[in-house]
C-alpha cells in the first residue's frame, strides 16, 4: 500500500514537473517570436528608411556636387571672371604636369578619351585640353559629367574657366564631339607649403548616361561631410 502511494505521489509529482516545463517552454518561444517579429519589422523600417534617404539624395546628387566642389574646392573650382586671368602672372621656375583621364559609367554607351594624355604648364598660365565623345549607338543618348582632380588639396588651386561638368550633353547616333576644357593654376599654389612636393595633377571626367529616375551617385567624400 505504501508502494502504490508512493508511485501515485511520484507520477502526479512528474505530471506537474512536466506540465510546468511546457508552460514556460511556450512561454520562452512565445517570447521569442514576438522578439524575432520586432526585430523584423525594425529592420524593415532601416532598410525603407535608407531606400527613401538614398533616392533623395540622388535626385539632388548633381546640384551638391556642383555646390560641394565650388564651396571646398574639391576637384577645381569653374567660371572664374576674365579679370583674374588678365591680372596673374606665370611662374616660370614651377612646371606643373597636368595628366588628363576619362571614365565612363558601366551603363553609359559613349566612347570618351582625352585628345591629350598629359601637357606640361607653369602656374599662372592658362592652358586649353580637348576630350572626345563618341556615340557609337543608333540612338540619341545624354550624358552628364563629373569631374576630379588629384591630389585633392591642389584642386584649390585648379581653375576651369571653361568646362564641360554638370551639364547634359545630348549625341545624337553616331555623333562626335569635342569637348575643350579651359583652365590654369593658380599662382598662390607655389606659395603653399602643402604643394611643394607636387609636380603632376591629373584631371579626371566621369560621363554618366542621363535617363529618366537615373541620377548621379554622390561621392564618398561628399558623404562624409553632408
Known amino acids: 500500500m505504501y508502494f502504490k502511494t508512493c508511485q501515485y505521489l511520484a507520477k502526479g509529482y512528474t505530471r506537474h514537473i512536466s506540465t510546468s516545463v511546457r508552460k514556460t517552454l511556450f512561454k520562452e518561444c512565445r517570447n521569442e517570436n ?103 549607338t543608333d540612338e540619341p543618348v545624354i550624358g552628364v559629367s563629373t569631374y576630379n582632380v588629384v591630389p585633392f588639396d591642389a584642386g584649390q588651386y585648379f581653375n576651369k574657366i571653361q568646362c564641360f561638368c554638370f551639364e547634359e550633353q545630348q549625341l545624337n547616333p553616331h555623333e562626335q564631339v569635342d569637348m575643350p576644357v579651359f583652365f590654369y593654376i593658380d599662382p598662390e599654389f607655389v606659395d603653399d607649403p602643402k604643394m611643394e612636393g607636387v609636380d603632376e595633377i591629373t584631371l579626371s571626367y566621369t560621363f554618366f548616361e542621363a535617363k529618366d529616375g537615373l541620377k548621379l551617385p554622390i561621392p564618398s567624400f561628399i558623404k562624409s561631410h553632408l
Open 34 to 136: 514576438v522578439l524575432h517579429k520586432k526585430r523584423l519589422w525594425s529592420t524593415v523600417n532601416y532598410v525603407v528608411a535608407a531606400g527613401v534617404l538614398t533616392v533623395g539624395l540622388s535626385y539632388a546628387a548633381v546640384p551638391l556636387y556642383r555646390i560641394f566642389c565650388q564651396s571646398y574646392s574639391y576637384g577645381g573650382t569653374v567660371g572664374h571672371g576674365s579679370d583674374t586671368v588678365e591680372t596673374m602672372k606665370p611662374v616660370k621656375d614651377r612646371i606643373i604636369k597636368i595628366k588628363f583621364n576619362a571614365d565612363v559609367a558601366a551603363a553609359m554607351r559613349w566612347n570618351f578619351k582625352p585628345q591629350q594624355l598629359e601637357i606640361k604648364v607653369m602656374a599662372g598660365e592658362t592652358a586649353l585640353a580637348f576630350y572626345t565623345a563618341y556615340n557609337p
